[in-house]
């Protein structure tokens, strides 16, 4: 199949983003969606601005849904057949199944022959794969959901990327009901972080966060608890997590906010046995100084995850399909941009106003 996609190519630091058309083949290797919708996640912001780099000239955007173009029958991630037309979103990197990574370590994520979306050169086999265009071309390897009915565009669309990395941090460090949790940053994974806690049993949801508004957000979103360290010391969040506790601290922790001082403030915030993730430091150099003796005398487990495991796409569209009525999840997005707005849209993330700004194409 030939079609005409319009691009958005990053060229790096500082040039403004080109908007321009591009011939594109679809073999039956591929699988031809059209992009209904995608949001700025905050690692599109980090490549944008130098803290992190990327090959050049790129498609960025990796939080994604569309429509199903060609070919016209497919099967799902959970076996179902999906047809021309379906909504679907898909897991943000490919794997094999085969390597080292896949079979033995269950890191589908880190596959060895893996590609992710949004990340890659344009050029070549890695043409057309980022979601600031008309369409995407999904390799083989990739995990493909159908987005059911109930849930709209605006919902499902930071999933395959935030929300997803949520469920499977979570799941791989462990969540017991009836724990106290601490999230510090409350960005969009902040936000998912503590409806996902409640929802799963959760007695205490504590959120830290330097902005007011978000942290208003929080509440709306499952947070029992939240603080200010601009207007509280890190010593006052620890002595009130142990008065909500009982004197001990938080049983698990999740630093989501990509700030250094993330882990070093749990580790202090945290109880015996704790638990922290962390999911923020997706940019190099994220070096941060510890007290060692407080993981070791408090006999804290520290893990760290990056991007996530495919099946967790499947619960986390669950998730969204099973609360939308009681969190509003579509508005977590704010303003949306047409494609050839691109260049205002990242002028409109950079400000941090809104959780997500979402680029829609076909506008």
Known sequence: MQISAQISQFHGIGTPFEVCEMPVHATSDDVLVAVSLSTICGSDLHTVSGRRGAETPCILGHEIIGTLVAPTYLQSATGNTLQEGDRVTWSMTTACGTCDYCVNHNLPQKCETMFKYGHARNEGDASLSGGFATHILLRPGTAIYRIPDAVTDSEAVPINCALTTVVNGLEVIGIQPGETAVIHGAGMLGIYAACYL??????????????????????????????????????????????????????????????????????????????????????????????????????????????????????????????????????????????????????????????????????
């Open 198 to 363: 409640r929802e799963n049993g959760y007695k205490r949801v504590v959120v830290v966060d330097l902005n007011e508004e978000r942290l208003a957000i929080a509440k709306r979103f499952g947070a029992t608890h939240t603080f200010n360290p601009d207007k509280i010391s890190v010593s006052e969040i620890d002595e009130a997590l142990k008065g909500l506790t009982d004197g001990r601290g938080a049983d698990l922790g999740v630093e989501v906010s990509g700030a250094t001082i993330g882990i070093p403030n749990l580790v202090t915030w945290l109880a015996i046995g704790g638990r922290c993730l962390t999911l923020g430091y997706v940019y190099p150099d994220a070096h941060i100084s510890v007290d060692a003796h407080q993981l070791v005398t408090k006999c804290i487990t520290l893990r760290g995850v990056h991007n996530y495991h495919h099946t967790a796409l499947g619960t986390a569209l669950d998730f969204i399909e099973e609360n939308r009525t009681r969190y509003r999840f579509g508005d977590l997005i704010g303003k949306t941009y047409p494609l050839s707005d691109i260049n205002t849209a990242f002028v409109d993330a950079m400000d941090q106003e809104a959780l997500r700004i979402a680029i829609a194409p076909s506008l």
